[in-house]
Structures are given as structure tokens and as C-alpha cells.
């Protein structure tokens, strides 16, 4: 088994609420050395820990943790329709696993993902079918959510079945740093609301687009005084990232939901997919990380990171 890990930040603002050209030109250059790094590596398999936001999992079941041995793209902002290259016989290997382990997990044999899975997907390997892959939603966006202690359990039971296999296995994580685009919550949402929380899946494209825009029209003032977002925390993002480059873990067991929603905002908790890909790297033995890239880009409402890491 040979290991690496990218976690990076998704933004489906990319392309369509970007900053000036300079960043854009940085950002660019930053996936297209991590895509070629991934082309070199030339994985046999990618494990990847997303989240979901209300396009594939809704109130109607909500699990923390779910395995897909299949799953749709829905092709939401700008990412690629269709079918992702799920190993099947694998992922349920997986799921026996991480059962077997004590970390309860659901499984789906049929999944819708979205920018959470696909963005990165697209970004790193240039389509959401290139390679075989095992897609894992941690829940990140929907309260209540399960202890980070438990985010790191399940990245470390993933970490010992892929120490197991005989493959070149590529560990992705995507989501965060610090934002808050403007998600509704289910507590006090209104009825219309509510029903698309609990029962939305499969919207007709206008309610699709009415989404979109709402996201693109917060992006244009997010971080400004009329923003009623949580803004970007370019400090906790960089501390949360030096924690990982430095191999401190254990200190993550402590993470407080409510200050890290309060601190860096409620879709900060897409860093659980970090937690878990670094403990999943971790459990096949001791790792090198580094920070590739790091910026607080409010037009596309992200702390915008890239971070590598490969065992010693
Ligand atoms: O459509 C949505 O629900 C949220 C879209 C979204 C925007 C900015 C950063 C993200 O990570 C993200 O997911
Ligand atoms: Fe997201």
C-alpha cells in the first residue's frame, strides 16, 4: 500500500463570483500542480470524505456518517452530471470494516452527491469518473452533528482498512476552511423551508437556480458590513492547518461544535472531512504534511486551502 492525502476547500463560487485575476491565477496554479501530483501518483483507488448540502441526504433521514457503493452526481453550479466510478465489492468491504470497528456507519446503494464530492473530484483527477473511488459523506452542514472524536475514529478504522490493501490509495478531503454561505437552518425555518429540509431532493431546475442565485448574491457581499454571515477567520483557518501539518490529532477530540460554528462559521464544520482523511492517513503509520496554499477569498465565501501529505 502507498498513501497520499490532498484535503482542499470547494467552492462552487469558482468561475462564477471570482476575485481578481492575480488570485484566480494563484488558485489555479495551486490545483494544476496538486492534479499533476495526482497524475504522477496515478492512484488505484481514491477514498474521499465529502459532505453533502441538501442535495443527496435530507431531514427525512439524516445519517452522520454514509458509504456509497454507487452514486449520481447532481450536477449542481458548474460540476459534471452522471455516475461516479464507485468500487462496489470494495465499499461494502469498507462498511463491513468501519462496522466491525465500532464506528456505526450507513450505507447507500444508490447516492446523489454534489459540489461537496464532485468539485474536487473534477478539480484533482479532471472528471468525477476517472478513477475508481469510495465516496464517504460525513454530515457537516446539517445539525445535530456527531462529536469530532467520532470523525476521527471513523477516518482512523478507514486509515487500517486501506493500510490492508494492496493499492496505490489516494485520501481526499473537501470542504471548509472558515465560511458561512447562506444555508437555511431547519430550527424557525419557515414551512416552505422546512419541507425542502426534510423532503427537497431532486428540486425542478428554476427552484435549482433561485438556489444558486441566492449563493452567487451572497458571495457579492460576504465579508462587507451588509453580509449577515459569519465572515471568513483567516487565524483559526491557519491554526486548524498547522494542528494537522503537525501530526496534533488528539487535540482535535476536543473541538467544540458550537464555538468552531460561532468562530469560523456553520460550514466550518466541513473540515470534519479533513479530520477524517488526516486520521485515515495517520492509522497506515506516520505522516508529512504541508500547507500548499492558503487565502480568505470572500467572493467565493471560503478559507480557501490546499493541503498535501504522504507517510514518511
Ligand atoms: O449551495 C450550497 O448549499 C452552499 C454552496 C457553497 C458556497 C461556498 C462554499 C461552500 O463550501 C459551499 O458548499
Ligand atoms: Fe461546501
Given at each position: 500500500?502507498?498513501?497520499?492525502?490532498?484535503?482542499?476547500?470547494h467552492?462552487?463560487?469558482?468561475?462564477?463570483?471570482?476575485?481578481?485575476?492575480?488570485?484566480?491565477?494563484?488558485?489555479?496554479?495551486?490545483?494544476?500542480?496538486?492534479r499533476?501530483?495526482?497524475?504522477?501518483?496515478?492512484?488505484?483507488?481514491i477514498?474521499?470524505?465529502?459532505?453533502?448540502?441538501?442535495?443527496?441526504?435530507?431531514?427525512?433521514?439524516?445519517?452522520?456518517f454514509?458509504?456509497?457503493?454507487?452514486?449520481?452526481?447532481?450536477?449542481d453550479?458548474?460540476?459534471?452530471?452522471?455516475?461516479?466510478?464507485?468500487?462496489?465489492?470494495?465499499a461494502?468491504?469498507?462498511?463491513?470494516?468501519?462496522?466491525?470497528?465500532?464506528v456505526?456507519?450507513?450505507?447507500?446503494?444508490?447516492?446523489?452527491?454534489?459540489?461537496g464530492?464532485?468539485q474536487?473530484?473534477?478539480?484533482?483527477?479532471?472528471?468525477?469518473?476517472?478513477?475508481?473511488v469510495?465516496?464517504?459523506?460525513?454530515?457537516?452542514?446539517?445539525?445535530?452533528f456527531a462529536?469530532?472524536?467520532r470523525?476521527?475514529?471513523?477516518?482512523?478504522a478507514v486509515?487500517?482498512?486501506?493500510?490492508?490493501?494492496?493499492?496505490?490509495?489516494?485520501?481526499?478531503?473537501?470542504?471548509?476552511?472558515?465560511h458561512?454561505?447562506?444555508?437555511?437552518?431547519?430550527?424557525?425555518?419557515?414551512?416552505?423551508?422546512?419541507?425542502?429540509?426534510?423532503?427537497?431532493?431532486?428540486?425542478?431546475p428554476?427552484?435549482r437556480?433561485a438556489?444558486?442565485?441566492?449563493?452567487?448574491?451572497?458571495?457579492?457581499?460576504y465579508?462587507?458590513?451588509?453580509?449577515?454571515?459569519?465572515?471568513?477567520?483567516?487565524?483559526?483557518?491557519?491554526?486548524?492547518?498547522d494542528l494537522?501539518?503537525?501530526?496534533?490529532l488528539?487535540e482535535?477530540?476536543?473541538?467544540?461544535?458550537?464555538?468552531?460554528?460561532?468562530?469560523?462559521?456553520?460550514?466550518?464544520?466541513?473540515?470534519?472531512?479533513?479530520?477524517?482523511?488526516?486520521?485515515?492517513?495517520?492509522?497506515?503509520?506516520?505522516?508529512?504534511?504541508?500547507?500548499?496554499?492558503?487565502?480568505?477569498?470572500?467572493?467565493?465565501i471560503?478559507?480557501?486551502g490546499v493541503?498535501?501529505?504522504?507517510?514518511?
Amino acid at each position: 500500500m502507498t498513501v497520499k492525502l490532498k484535503c482542499l476547500s470547494h467552492t462552487p463560487l469558482r468561475g462564477l463570483n471570482d476575485p481578481g485575476a492575480a488570485v484566480v491565477a494563484e488558485v489555479d496554479a495551486a490545483l494544476a500542480k496538486a492534479r499533476a501530483e495526482v497524475e504522477a501518483f496515478d492512484p488505484e483507488l481514491i477514498v474521499i470524505f465529502a459532505p453533502d448540502h441538501y442535495n443527496g441526504l435530507f431531514y427525512d433521514l439524516m445519517p452522520p456518517f454514509v458509504i456509497a457503493t454507487a452514486a449520481d452526481s447532481v450536477g449542481d453550479y458548474l460540476t459534471q452530471p452522471g455516475p461516479l466510478s464507485v468500487d462496489r465489492s470494495l465499499a461494502l468491504e469498507l462498511t463491513r470494516h468501519v462496522l466491525d470497528s465500532d464506528v456505526d456507519i450507513a450505507l447507500s446503494h444508490r447516492l446523489q452527491v454534489d459540489h461537496g464530492c464532485t468539485q474536487t473530484l473534477e478539480e484533482l483527477t479532471g472528471s468525477i469518473d476517472r478513477y475508481p473511488v469510495i465516496p464517504i459523506i460525513i454530515n457537516s452542514v446539517a445539525p445535530p452533528f456527531a462529536p469530532y472524536r467520532r470523525v476521527r475514529k471513523l477516518g482512523e478504522a478507514v486509515g487500517r482498512f486501506i493500510a490492508k490493501l494492496d493499492k496505490r490509495v489516494l485520501i481526499l478531503g473537501t470542504g471548509g476552511l472558515s465560511h458561512e454561505p447562506p444555508v437555511p437552518l431547519l430550527a424557525d425555518a419557515p414551512e416552505a423551508i422546512a419541507e425542502f429540509l426534510i423532503a427537497g431532493r431532486n428540486p425542478t431546475p428554476e427552484a435549482r437556480a433561485a438556489r444558486q442565485a441566492r449563493t452567487i448574491a451572497a458571495g457579492k457581499i460576504y465579508g462587507t458590513s451588509e453580509s449577515l454571515q459569519t465572515p471568513l477567520n483567516a487565524d483559526w483557518d491557519l491554526a486548524f492547518i498547522d494542528l494537522l501539518v503537525q501530526g496534533r490529532l488528539d487535540e482535535i477530540d476536543e473541538f467544540k461544535i458550537d464555538e468552531i460554528s460561532k468562530a469560523a462559521g456553520r460550514s466550518a464544520h466541513e473540515v470534519r472531512t479533513w479530520v477524517a482523511a488526516f486520521a485515515a492517513l495517520a492509522a497506515t503509520g506516520a505522516y508529512t504534511a504541508r500547507q500548499d496554499y492558503y487565502r480568505a477569498i470572500n467572493e467565493w465565501i471560503a478559507g480557501y486551502g490546499v493541503v498535501s501529505a504522504e507517510q514518511n
